[in-house]
Structure formats: C-alpha cells, structure tokens
C-alpha cells in the first residue's frame, strides 16, 4: 500500500457527461501528479501540483481541470466526456516537486473510468 | 525532444532463467531514470532509480538495472526470474523541461514468466 487513496475505484458514465475524480496524496506528501493510462496511449503525464499550485502541464485536455486544496487532496474534473477518454486515471505523490528522497512518485489504485 | 523507448510489449522468460526488459531514452541533459512495475488491478510501485554514481543500480525484490550512456539505454535485469515476477513494467526519464520537472513514461512491456 504506497499510502495514496483515490475514490471511486470504478466510474462508468455517459458521453457528454462530468465527472470528479478525488485523491488524497500520502501523509506530509505536497507534492501530486495526475496521470492517463489506456490501452493505446500508454501512461500520459496530465498534470502536477506542489502545495496547492500548478507546477508542471503534460498533455491534458481542455476540458479537463485540476486543483489542489488547502488539505493537500486533488481534483481532475473531466468534462464533456468523449469514448476515448475511458482509461484508468492515476494520481501519484511526493514530497517535494522533483519527487521523493529518492526522486520517486508514490501511486495510487487507480480510478477506471469507463464512458459509454 | 525528451522520449523514452520500451521496444518489446512483452518478454517471456522461464523461471529461474534470467531476465531483461530493454529501455532507450533520449534526454536534453542528464537523465534521471526510473523503473516501476504494475501488478493486475494496482497501482506503478517503485523498483529503482539511477542519478548519477554507479552505472550498475540495485533495487527492490532483486532487480537491477544497468545505465549506459553511450548506448542511451537503461535495461532492467534480475538473474532470476520467478513466477512472481509477472507483471507491466514502465520505464521512466524525469527531464527538466522550460523550467519544470516532467517524467515521461514509456509504453510499458508485460513480462511473463513460465513455470
């Protein structure tokens, strides 16, 4: 267990539609990364946040957002919702913004996101 | 541009045998490389990671992986394998892009390892 929660495990939802995926980063972690997983695609980087700000952009998608609140948790907001963005969705942390000690991301199960 | 390159999507080995997973990168400066594995229904775990030092770099559950500039590539190997094994392995460069820290992943290779 690396210590990092995200909610729901399983989305199923329709085309059109928002969505909200949670994470809560390992304690004394300030440091959260968000990342897409699908078949085709492989691990894309979306976005990281270090203490409540942005810090790093990867290939993430107009229509979906990201935030970091006081308490360290993190948001993806996926909106707009298309087939091709069923995939799973990965958060990671660490401590500081270049990564852990040893420069490793600590991640979570996962949120599988299905949109029919 | 910063890439990281996985050539086979999947390795088979027998148990006991000894493994490697290939990995290329391709990086402005100098790299910082990663290897993570995914078990079925979980999350990437980390297994090691090279900086700079050593060009030989152990890890966990008896992993280890070879960094070799000239060639750009950063295999991982273990001298044997187990059923246990069996898993997605990723690949992974942290590179500094216009100011911030990115880490690219490959697209992974699924090892399998025969009883």
């Known amino acids: 267990d690396s210590g990092v929660t995200q909610t729901p495990k399983h989305l199923i939802t329709a085309t059109g539609q928002r969505v909200t995926l949670r994470c809560s980063p390992r304690?004394?972690?300030?440091?959260v990364y968000w990342y897409q997983q699908s078949l085709d695609q492989g691990l894309q980087f979306l976005i990281q946040?270090?203490?409540?700000?942005?810090?790093a952009k990867g290939n993430i998608l107009e229509r979906f957002s990201a935030q970091q609140f006081p308490d360290l948790h993190s948001e993806l907001n996926l909106s707009s919702l298309e087939l091709g963005d069923s995939a799973l969705y990965f958060c990671?942390?660490?401590?500081?913004?270049?990564?852990?000690?040893?420069?490793?991301?600590?991640f979570g199960p996962g949120t599988r996101l299905t949109v029919l | 541009a910063q890439s990281v390159a996985q050539p086979e999507d999947q390795v088979n080995v027998a148990e006991g045998n000894p493994l490697t997973v290939k990995c290329t990168y391709s990086?402005?400066?100098?790299?910082?490389l990663f290897w993570y594995v995914q078990y079925p229904n979980r999350g990437l775990q980390f297994l090691l990671k090279?900086?700079?030092?050593?060009?030989l770099v152990k890890g966990s559950y008896g992993f280890e992986a070879e960094f070799n500039k000239s060639q750009t590539s950063f295999h991982l190997k273990k001298p044997s394998a187990l059923v246990s094994d069996s898993a997605l392995y990723f690949c992974?460069?942290?590179?500094?892009?216009?100011?911030?820290?990115?880490?690219?992943f490959g697209t992974g290779t699924r090892l399998k390892v025969l009883a």
């Open positions: 990671a942390s660490s401590t500081n913004p270049t990564g852990g000690p040893l420069g490793e991301q600590f």
């Open positions: 304690s004394g972690d300030l440091s």
């Open positions: 946040y270090y203490n409540g700000e942005e810090r």
């Open positions: 990086v402005s400066g100098n790299p910082y």
């Open positions: 090279y900086i700079t030092g050593d060009n």
């Open positions: 992974a460069v942290r590179d500094k892009i216009r100011g911030t820290y990115k880490y690219i």
